[in-house]
């Protein structure tokens, strides 16, 4: 095994959508993406609009919060892990970098600054 190696993985952040259904805004748009407007319910189970198109690869099969995901690389074998979640009205994603041996703290923020759309914001 190649003990440079990392993994980087992006994915919507469930507990802003979840503040959004709770507000009883599931279908309404939280944000416009190039493929136009996406609501909570698109987050959820995928863009609906390529879906219908027959883009069935579009169809999520699982979702994440920071806590989730941090737990689900952990169960996946990685040993040193950053996250950072963004919640705003243009991003609600998570970020994460990790490696399957244990990395110092300066080695897998170093990774981190490189991988991740870092700002004074966002929380790592």
Aim: glycine share 6%.
């Amino acid at each position: 095994m190649n003990n440079d190696g990392f993994f980087v993985v992006t994915c919507p952040n469930l507990v802003p959508v979840a503040r959004l259904i709770v507000e009883d805004k599931l279908t309404e748009p939280a944000y416009v993406s190039p493929a136009g407007p996406i609501s909570p319910l698109d987050i959820l189970h995928g863009h609906g609009a390529s879906i219908e198109k027959g883009n069935e690869f579009m169809a999520h099969k699982t979702g994440f919060s920071p806590k989730s995901l941090n737990a689900a690389l952990l169960e996946a074998g990685f040993q040193s892990i950053a996250i950072m979640s963004r919640d705003d009205q243009n991003c609600m994603d998570i970020w994460a970098v990790a490696t399957k041996v244990i990395a110092t703290k300066d080695r897998i923020m170093e990774i981190a600054k490189l991988h991740l759309p870092i700002k004074e914001q966002s929380k790592v």
